[in-house]
């Protein structure tokens, strides 16, 4: 399996912007899709998008079209989410993971611990 460490997380105002970032350690980065996920308190953990391997192809949970971008540096092993035009419902610990590219999180077999992302209003 691949370790993974999410770091960016932080405060900021509605309409603001976080670049959240997933270093990878471990088995090689390049093996796997990667998602990005993420849980507010009392609800269900939520996919917000998913890339494969190479970069070249992505999937986005409705929420996260038109506002947020995931990316890969394959020579970095670290994933990125970036995320524009922030809402208070928005606010969640994100979560990355490593599997399949598919919006189930029982496809994915690695996770990292989360950063909290909270917008303001």
């Known amino acids: 399996q691949v370790q993974l460490v999410e770091s960016g997380g932080g405060l900021v105002q509605a309409g603001g912007s976080l670049r959240l970032s997933c270093v990878a350690s471990?088995?090689?980065?390049?093996?796997?899709?990667m998602g990005w996920f993420r849980q507010a308190p009392g609800k269900e953990r939520e996919f917000v998008g998913a890339?494969?391997?190479?970069?070249?192809?992505?999937v986005y949970a409705d929420a996260a079209k038109g506002r947020f971008t995931i990316s890969r540096d394959n020579a970095k092993n670290t994933l990125y989410l970036q995320m524009n035009s922030l809402k208070p419902e928005d606010t969640a610990v994100y979560y990355c993971a490593a599997g399949l590219i598919t919006g189930s999180p029982s496809r994915y077999n690695s996770w990292g611990q989360g950063t909290q992302v909270t917008v303001s209003s």
């Open positions: 890339i494969d391997w190479s970069g070249g192809s992505r």
């Open positions: 471990g088995r090689a980065f390049t093996t796997y899709a």
